[in-house]
């Protein structure tokens, strides 16, 4: 059992930075491989990056790769999203999710979601 709860969102002009947090609840927090995911008006839920249990690996969509980069602290259970450069483009709802050990840029794949947290990057 994983709760998650995200924070760090906010208004931010663009080229500026945002560091988005996911706090964890759960004693196995640090067997999951966790997700970031993106979801803008009108459009599907995407894959933003995910980081491996230990935090050892990451992966990015191409989108947002070079700018943006994942890390976890399973001493604080917590993963982080650094946004960096961000783009108009970057104006979503973004959700952290948690899947089992392996990682994974599949939403049906993901086990534990939170509530997601509003970027807005403004141009």
């Known amino acids: 059992q994983v709760q998650l709860v995200e924070s760090g969102g906010g208004l931010v002009q663009a080229g500026g930075s945002l560091r988005l947090s996911c706090a964890a609840s759960?004693?196995?927090?640090?067997?999951?491989?966790m997700g970031w995911f993106r979801q803008a008006p009108g459009k599907e839920r995407e894959f933003v990056g995910s980081?491996?249990?230990?935090?050892?690996?990451?992966y990015y969509a191409d989108s947002v790769k070079g700018r943006f980069t994942i890390s976890r602290d399973n001493a604080k259970n917590t993963v982080y999203l650094q946004m960096n450069s961000l783009k108009p483009e970057d104006t979503a709802v973004y959700y952290c999710?948690?899947?089992?050990?392996?990682?994974?840029?599949?939403?049906?794949?993901?086990?534990?979601w939170g509530q997601g947290t509003q970027v807005t990057v403004s141009s």
């Open positions: 980081i491996n249990y230990s935090g050892g690996r990451t």
């Open positions: 759960g004693r196995t927090f640090s067997t999951y491989a």
């Open positions: 999710a948690a899947a089992m050990w392996t990682m994974t840029s599949r939403v049906a794949d993901y086990d534990y």
